[in-house]
Nanobody
Framework: QVQLVESGGGLVQAGGSLRLSCAAS????????MGWYRQAPGKQRRELVA????????NYADSVKGRFTISKDNAKNTMYLQMNSLKPEDTAVYYC?????????WGQGTQVTVSS
């Protein structure tokens, strides 16, 4: 079992920045891939925001390219999402996700609200 705990969400004005953190109870070095997903108000599905693979390669949703940066610190077992130039449409609950040996784990989510 792996616990993922997100932090860093909050209320920010459009154009502002936030950094989300995801602390894992297990070594993230051994994770196949980790990522950030979000679920906007009124939407039923979570969408991929960004993910990072064990080798360090990254992938971003088109809507956040150039504004968000995903990274991880293996020594701290923590993944990050630096979010700049935030827009009201970025408002959502952001979830941390990790895959270890074909088992998928989710955090509890952290709310990000961007006011116009």
């Amino acid at each position: 079992q792996v616990q993922l705990v997100e932090s860093g969400g909050g209320l920010v004005q459009a154009g502002g920045s936030l950094r989300l953190s995801c602390a894992a109870s297990r070594s993230i070095f051994s994770s196949n891939v980790m990522g950030w997903y979000r679920q906007a108000p009124g939407k039923q599905r979570r969408e991929l925001v960004a993910n990072i693979f064990s080798g360090g390669s990254t992938n971003y949703a088109d809507s956040v390219k150039g504004r968000f940066t995903i990274s991880k610190d293996n020594a701290k077992n923590t993944m990050y999402l630096q979010m700049n130039s935030l827009k009201p449409e970025d408002t959502a609950v952001y979830y941390c996700n990790g895959l270890w040996a074909a088992l998928n784990y989710w955090g509890q989510g952290t709310q990000v609200t961007v006011s116009s």
